[in-house]
Every structure is written in C-alpha cells, then in structure tokens.
C-alpha cells in the first residue's frame, strides 16, 4: 500500500510540473516502444537473461525498484539483486494477463502489467502466483530507461 502511495505522489508531481509543449508527438509510437520494451522483459525473465534485464534501467542512484515491500536503491543494487536471479531458481513461466501504457509526453510513460506465474525453485518446488507491475520510464538520449519499478504479488 505504502509503494502505491509513493508511486501516486510521482505521478501527481510529474503532472504538476509538467512543462506545455507546442509541438505534437506519435501517441501510438511512444506506446508501441513502450509495449516492445516490456515484451522484451518478460522474454529476459522467462530465460533469466540479466544482461536483458538491466539495459533499460537508468544508472543514477535515484532509481528506484519497489518489490512487495522491499525497497531497492540506485543503479548498481538493482543490478546486484537481478544478476542474482539464475541462482534463486531454476526456471520462471510468466505470462502477461492485461497491460496498457499511459503515455504522459513524448519522453515519459507508465508501463502497468498484470502476470501470472510459475516458479520452478532451487529444490525444485513449484509456486504459483500473480501480481502487477509498474514501469515508469524516461526517455533520455533517445533510450527509454526505467527511472522507478514498482512491482507486487498477490497472496493467494
């Protein structure tokens, strides 16, 4: 509850400074790029592909990853913590329910998933679960990189 919070606060400031632009930008094609990049994700989690995995995250400190109630800080942590992913389990099936990408300028746009999943772990025990996501990216040198993830599972 507390990460969906922060993450409304975000989006209430990034309208309230967000700047009047005169010219017109391709809705559809920042929202294509947005929808390429997270069929890229899941493809990068289904294979445990990390090199896939971190491309697209901002190298600041100021980004952000919030994963059902842990909170992880700056470029090299996320990258520490999802380098880790092929040693927590063996295999990952996950499958997009619903997703849409709301498009705030041409050079910043939400990316929210709802998945479903199964995990297959080390000691080879199956779980299943569900959960949402969100992606909050800013194009930046003409890349679009992840400047805040949230993502959460729900406990069945």
């Not at 309208?15 to 017109?24: A, G, L, M, P, Y």
């Not at 995995?53 to 942590?77: A, H, P, Q, V």
């Not at 998933?113 to 969100?134: A, C, L």
């Amino acid at each position: 509850m507390k990460q969906i919070v922060i993450l409304l606060g975000i989006f209430l400031f990034i309208f309230s400074c967000k700047e009047v632009r005169n010219d017109v930008f391709d809705n559809n094609k920042v929202k294509q790029e947005i929808m390429n990049l997270g069929e890229s994700v899941v493809t990068a989690l289904n294979e445990a592909n990390t090199d896939i995995l971190i491309r697209d995250f901002w190298k600041s400190d100021s980004t952000l990853f919030l994963i059902d109630g842990m909170k992880i800080e700056g470029y090299s942590n996320i990258k520490s913590s999802l380098e880790r992913i092929p040693t927590r389990r063996k295999n990952l099936d996950l499958f997009v329910d619903d997703e849409q990408v709301i498009v705030l300028s041409e050079n910043m746009a939400i990316h929210i998933v709802e998945f479903h999943q199964e995990v297959t772990h080390m000691n080879d025990t199956i779980s299943k679960g569900q959960g949402i996501w969100s992606t909050l990216y800013k194009k930046k040198q003409g890349d679009w990189k992840i400047v805040m993830l949230h993502e959460s599972h729900l406990i069945k």
